[in-house]
């Protein structure tokens, strides 16, 4: 059974960077695609980035794209977060997602079904 689990989440000002790590366990990692979302109190979840099996190819939302880097080591089985010039609006509850794929895997699509429990991001003004 997949295990996701998310760490490095915290309180930041705006401006700042943190670094988002997800462990992966309980498969083979690079049999998955994997995704960051995040989700705030009274929205929905909203889809952040997404990389390929190979690490190859990132894809990002237009809200992130240009701050954040997402990568991942198919050796450690980890992917990665790299959130620059935060700003107040990406406070939220960031989740690692897995997928085996889907018609539209890079733009965060229902075949998501193995997640963490999230870590918080809260980024001050």
């Known amino acids: 059974q997949v295990q996701l689990v998310e760490s490095g989440g915290g309180t930041v000002r705006a401006g700042a960077s943190l670094t988002l790590s997800c462990a992966f366990s309980g498969g083979t990692f690079s049999d998955y695609a994997m995704a960051w979302f995040r989700q705030t109190p009274g929205k929905e979840r909203e889809w952040v980035s997404a990389?390929?099996?190979?690490?190859?190819?990132?894809y990002y939302a237009k809200s992130v794209e240009g701050r954040f880097r997402i990568s991942r080591d198919n050796v450690k089985n980890m992917v990665t977060l790299q959130a620059n010039r935060l700003e107040p609006e990406d406070t939220a509850v960031y989740y690692c997602?897995?997928?085996?794929?889907?018609?539209?895997?890079?733009?965060?699509?229902?075949?998501?079904?193995?997640w963490g429990q999230g870590t918080l991001v809260t980024v001050s003004s």
């Open positions: 997602a897995a997928t085996r794929g889907g018609s539209d895997w890079y733009r965060g699509d229902d075949s998501y079904r193995d």
């Open positions: 990389i390929s099996w190979s690490g190859y190819t990132p």
